[in-house]
C-alpha cells in the first residue's frame, strides 16, 4: 500500500513534454538493442559498429573537438525549438532560420571591416536578427490569422533555401569570386577564436552554452518567460488573466527564430568561415528531436545535443571503419525518439516482466 | 429486500490521500440508494472501483453475496452493473441509436444493422418510458436527452444495477424533475439506482436510503425519512452548516457597472446578446439567472474584455472601458471568477504559486524589473492559501492535483486579493460541495458589506435567489426580467427562463426598461 506514497511535491518537476529522464534513457538503450537487431538482421557486425561509433565519437582530441563542434549548433537548434513549444508553438523552421543567420552573419564577416570586438558580436547579431524576423513571419501568420506554424515555418524553409541558393548563384549578390557556389572568406575579425589546438571548436561552444543559461533564466525567471509558458499551457487562461496570447506567439517566434539564426551564424562564424548553401547538414531537423528529448528544458537540451553529436561525429568513423554507411545513425535516431515516445506504453509491460522475473527468481 | 450488492472494508490509496478508508456498503435490491459526500469525499473512487474502473488496494464485493473481481468495466457490466458518468461518454456526429449500439452492434454481414438496432432503442424506451429520438445526432438533442440516451446505452447492456455520477449537475430544473420520473419508473421496472450527488436536496426528493461519505469512510447509511436536510449536512461536512445564505440588509450605493445598449455575436457569429442593459449598484448582488447557452457567456465575456462587442458600451464608474484590453480592465477595478476553472481561470500545468501570479505578474511586489521575485510570489501563495482554506499539500504542487473546490478557491482568493471594486462572478460555485459553497457565499456577501459590486451569473436558481439583491433573467440574448429580491418566485423565474412570457398581472414587471417587450414571447413562445 505504501509503495504508492510519493510526495506530490515532487510533480511540479514534470514538464508538458512526452517523456521523463528515465523513459528517456530507457529509450536510448532500448533503440541501441533494437538497431543491433537491424543490423544483425542484415549480418553486420552491431557490436564492431558501435564500438566504431563510439571511437568516432571520443577516441582522440580531433575526434572529441567535432563531437562537441556538432553539438554546438543542436544546442541552439534544441533550444530554438524548447522555446517554441513553451509557448505552444511548435517551431518546424529552424533549418531555415540556420540558413539565413549563417547567411547574414557571413555577409557581415565579409562585407563590413571593423574591429573584432564590435565585428564579431555584430555578425553574430545580425544572424539572430535576421533568423528572429525569419521566425516573426510565421509568428504573425499564427497570431493574427490563426494559419498553423507548422505548415508556415516549412514552407518558408523551401523559401529560405532557394533565397540561400540565389544568394550565391552565379550572379548572385554573394558570391565569392570563384569557381565555387560560395560567398567570399569572412575577415578574421569576424571569427570565433578555436579554443582547442588539433580540433575544430571553436568558442561557439561557450556562447550555446551561455545561451542555455540565458534561456533557462528567461523561462522561469522573468516576467516575459512566465507569461509565455503560461500561452503555451493555456492560452484562455493567459487571455482571462490580461496576458496578450497573440503578442506572446508573435515574440516567443521571433526568440525561436533569433536562436537558429545564431546556430547558423555561429556555424558559419566558427567552422567555415564562409557561406554556402548546405552548411547545414540538417541541425535545424535535428533539433527537433533535442528539444523533445531534452524535455523542453534547456539543461535536457544540453544533454541531448550532445547525445546527437556523439552520433553525428561517431556515425562518420563508424563508416569509414566498419564500412557501415552513416545512415544507420538516422535510424538509431529515429528508433530513440520512437522507444522515449512510445514506452510510456511499454513500461507496463516492462515493469510486469521484470515483477515476474522476481518472482521466478525467488523459491 | 434482498441484497444487491455489498462492498466490504473496501481500501483505495492515491499517493497523499486515502480516498476509500476500509468502506462498507450495502445496497438492497430495488432501491434508489444516494451516495451523499463532499468533493474528495471518495464517492467517485468508490464507484469507480464498482465499475471495473478501479482496482482496490484491499477489501472485497459480493453480488448477490458471490465475491466478484471486476478486472475492467467490461468485467463489471458482464455483472450488470452499468454507470452514467458525469461527462457524457457519446459520439457527438452519431445517432442515438448508433451510440447506444457502439460496441453492442448488430451485425448485418460486416454493417450494422441499423434497423434491428433501431427496433432495440425504440423498444427499451418504450419499456422504461425514456423519451429519445432514436435517429437524431446526439450534437443536436439537449442534454437532458443524451442524458437519456446514456441511460439506454446502460439497459442496452443489461444493466440491471445503474450507478449515476452526478447526473443533475448538467440539467436545467425541467430537466432534473424528468430526470427523477425516470429514477421512479427505473425503480418500479426493478431496477436498483446508486445516485451520486452532494445536494441534499436531490437525496431527500429522490433516494430511498442515503449513505454518506466523509474524509474517505462512511459515516453512516440511513433511511432517508429517517432524516432531514440539515441532520444530512451534518453528517456530510461534521458541523452544522448554513444551509440558507444569511446576509444583512445593506444599502447599494452609487452604480459601478453599466452595461449599455451592448449586442455580442458568439463564437460561430451568431447573435448572442441584443441589446442588453443593465447596471450594478456599489454594495448590491446583482444575480444573472437563465439557462445556459442564453447569452450569459459572451455577456461576461464582453464585460470583462475577452470579446468584442459589436455596439454598446461599458462603463466602469464613469470610466469607458468598452475598447480597453481584459488587462486594463482589470486593473481599472473589474474582477472575475470565470465559469469555466480549468479553461479560463487556471493552468493547470502550473504550480499553484504560477497560478497565484496570474495578472499579478507586473505589478509589485512580485515585478522587480524584467524579473520576477519568485520569494513574494510564494509568500502571497501561501498567505491566500491559508486565509481562502485552499486544501494542497503544498504551494509547489501543480493546478491539476487540486479536487475542483480548491482549485475553485485558489481562483476565488486570486480574484479577492485584486481588492476588485466590480467582481464578476461567473458560476462560482459551479460542482462545489456544501461547505465550499457555504464559503464562497459568505465572501460574495463580504464583499457585498464592503461595498463592491458584484454581478452573479449562475445556473442555479437557488443561489440567485438566496444571494441577490435584483435578479435579472436573460432568455436568447435578452434581458426578459428584472426583479427585485423577494419580489421573485423560482416558478416565475423558470417560466421566463423557459422562455415563456409571464403576463399575470400585478405580479411582476416583465420588461427590463431597455428592452422592447413583445419579442421575446412572440418568436420563441
Known amino acids: 500500500m505504501a509503495k504508492n506514497k510519493q510526495p506530490l511535491e515532487e510533480r511540479k518537476l514534470s514538464l508538458l513534454s512526452l517523456v521523463s529522464p528515465t523513459q528517456f534513457i530507457l529509450g536510448i538503450i532500448l533503440a541501441f538493442i533494437a538497431g543491433a537487431l537491424f543490423l544483425w538482421a542484415f549480418q553486420e557486425d552491431a557490436i564492431g559498429a558501435y564500438a566504431a561509433l563510439l571511437k568516432g565519437a571520443f577516441s582522440s582530441n580531433r575526434y572529441i573537438g567535432e563531437t562537441l563542434l556538432s553539438t554546438t549548433p543542436l544546442i541552439f537548434g534544441g533550444l530554438a525549438v524548447a522555446l517554441g513549444f513553451r509557448c505552444g508553438l511548435f517551431n518546424m523552421g529552424v533549418e531555415g532560420q540556420i540558413v539565413f543567420g549563417g547567411m547574414m552573419a557571413a555577409y557581415i564577416g565579409y562585407a563590413w571591416d571593423l574591429p573584432k570586438v564590435i565585428h564579431l558580436p555584430l555578425a553574430l547579431l545580425g544572424g539572430a536578427l535576421v533568423g528572429g524576423l525569419w521566425g516573426a513571419i510565421p509568428g504573425y501568420l499564427k497570431a493574427y490569422h490563426k494559419i498553423h506554424e507548422v505548415i508556415t515555418t516549412i514552407m518558408l524553409n523551401y523559401i529560405a533555401f532557394a533565397i540561400a541558393d540565389y544568394m550565391i548563384a552565379v550572379g548572385g549578390p554573394m558570391k565569392a569570386d570563384s569557381e565555387l557556389p560560395v560567398s567570399p572568406d569572412i575577415l578574421a575579425s569576424a571569427r570565433l577564436e578555436r579554443i582547442w589546438p588539433g580540433t575544430r571548436l571553436s568558442a561557439g561552444i561557450f556562447i550555446a552554452l551561455l545561451m542555455a543559461v540565458l534561456v533557462w533564466f528567461f523561462m522561469f525567471k522573468t516576467r516575459l518567460g512566465y507569461k509565455m509558458r503560461a500561452v503555451g499551457f493555456n492560452a484562455d487562461a493567459a487571455e482571462y488573466a490580461g496576458i496578450n496570447p497573440q503578442k506572446m506567439t508573435v515574440l516567443a517566434m521571433v526568440l525561436s527564430g533569433a536562436l537558429g539564426g545564431m546556430a547558423g551564424a555561429v556555424e558559419v562564424l566558427g567552422v567555415h568561415y564562409k557561406f554556402y548553401a548546405a552548411f547545414s547538414p540538417g541541425y535545424g531537423w535535428d533539433a527537433i528531436a533535442v528539444a523533445l528529448l531534452g524535455l523542453l528544458h534547456p539543461v535536457g537540451v544540453v544533454a541531448s545535443a550532445f547525445l546527437f553529436g556523439v552520433l553525428r561525429s561517431g556515425s562518420i568513423t563508424m563508416q569509414a571503419i566498419a564500412g557501415i554507411s552513416k545512415e544507420v545513425v538516422s535510424i538509431l535516431t529515429a528508433l530513440i525518439i520512437f522507444f522515449s515516445a512510445t514506452n510510456k506504453t511499454l513500461q507496463p509491460l516492462l515493469e510486469r516482466a521484470i515483477k515476474n522475473l522476481g518472482r521466478g527468481d525467488s523459491p | ?525
Open chain 2, 1 to 525: 429486500m434482498t441484497t444487491a450488492i455489498e462492498m466490504r472494508n473496501i481500501v483505495r490509496q492515491f499517493p497523499g490521500v486515502l480516498a476509500n478508508d476500509h468502506i462498507s456498503l450495502t445496497i438492497e435490491e430495488g432501491e434508489i440508494h444516494g451516495l451523499l459526500g463532499e468533493n474528495g469525499a471518495g464517492k467517485t473512487t468508490l464507484m469507480n472501483i464498482l465499475s471495473g474502473l478501479a482496482v482496490p488496494d484491499a477489501g472485497e464485493i459480493l453480488l448477490n453475496g458471490i465475491p466478484v473481481h471486476f478486472g475492467s468495466c467490461l468485467d463489471a457490466i458482464e455483472y450488470g452493473i452499468g454507470m452514467v458518468h458525469q461527462h457524457f461518454m457519446l459520439v457527438p456526429v452519431f445517432t442515438v441509436t448508433e451510440n447506444i449500439a457502439l460496441g453492442n452492434e448488430p451485425k448485418k454481414g460486416i454493417r450494422l444493422n441499423t434497423a434491428l438496432a433501431r427496433a432495440r432503442v425504440t423498444e427499451l424506451s418504450a419499456r422504461y418510458g425514456l423519451k429519445v429520438d432514436p435517429d437524431a445526432l446526439i450534437r443536436d438533442i439537449p442534454v437532458g436527452m443524451q442524458q437519456r440516451v446514456e441511460i439506454l446505452k446502460a439497459l442496452s447492456r443489461g444493466a440491471r444495477i445503474m450507478i449515476l455520477d452526478e447526473p443533475t449537475a448538467v440539467l436545467t430544473p425541467q430537466e432534473v424533475e424528468e430526470l427523477y420520473a425516470i429514477m421512479r419508473s427505473l425503480r418500479e421496472a426493478g431496477q436498483t439506482i446508486i445516485f451520486i450527488t452532494h445536494k441534499l436536496q436531490e437525496i431527500m426528493e429522490i433516494t430511498d436510503r442515503v449513505t454518506v461519505l466523509r474524509d474517505g469512510r462512511v459515516v453512516d447509511t440511513v433511511g432517508t425519512s429517517d432524516i432531514d436536510e440539515a441532520g444530512l449536512a451534518r453528517m456530510m461536512v461534521g458541523r452544522d452548516v448554513v444551509l440558507r445564505v444569511e446576509k444583512e440588509q445593506h444599502e447599494a450605493g452609487e452604480v459601478k457597472l453599466r452595461v449599455k445598449h451592448v449586442s455580442a455575436s458568439d463564437s460561430r457569429g451568431l447573435p448572442a446578446l441584443k441589446d442588453v442593459s443593465l447596471e450594478v449598484r456599489a454594495g448590491e448582488i446583482v444575480g444573472i439567472a437563465g439557462v445556459a447557452g442564453n447569452g450569459q457567456n459572451e455577456l461576461v465575456e464582453v464585460i470583462t474584455g475577452l470579446r468584442s462587442q459589436e455596439s454598446g458600451e461599458i462603463f466602469l464608474d464613469s470610466l469607458n472601458i468598452s475598447e480597453m484590453t481584459p488587462r486594463e480592465r482589470m486593473y481599472a477595478g473589474l474582477g472575475h471568477i470565470p465559469q469555466d476553472r480549468q479553461r479560463r481561470g487556471l493552468v493547470m500545468d502550473f504550480s499553484l504559486i504560477d497560478n497565484f501570479l496570474m495578472g499579478f505578474e507586473d505589478s509589485p511586489p512580485f515585478a522587480k524589473g524584467p524579473m520576477l521575485d519568485y520569494a513574494a510570489a510564494e509568500q502571497f501563495s501561501r498567505e491566500s492559501i491559508q486565509m481562502f482554506d485552499v486544501r494542497t499539500p503544498s504551494p509547489h504542487v501543480l493546478g491539476r492535483t487540486l479536487s475542483g473546490g480548491n482549485q475553485q478557491k485558489v481562483i476565488v482568493a486570486r480574484e479577492f486579493q485584486r481588492d476588485p471594486a466590480v467582481l464578476i462572478a461567473a458560476q462560482p460555485t459551479r460542482g462545489l460541495d456544501v461547505s465550499a459553497i457555504e464559503f464562497v457565499h459568505k465572501k460574495l456577501i463580504e464583499l457585498r458589506a464592503q461595498d463592491k459590486a458584484i454581478l452573479l451569473i449562475s445556473m442555479e436558481l437557488t443561489e440567485i435567489l438566496d444571494l441577490s439583491d435584483r435578479i435579472l433573467v436573460i432568455y436568447e440574448g435578452e434581458i426578459v426580467g428584472s426583479f427585485e429580491a423577494g419580489q421573485a418566485t423560482p416558478e416565475m423565474l423558470g417560466l421566463l427562463m423557459a422562455g415563456s412570457q409571464v403576463n399575470q398581472t400585478g405580479e411582476q414587471e416583465i420588461a427590463s426598461p431597455h428592452q422592447n417587450g413583445e419579442e421575446g414571447g412572440a418568436d420563441h413562445g
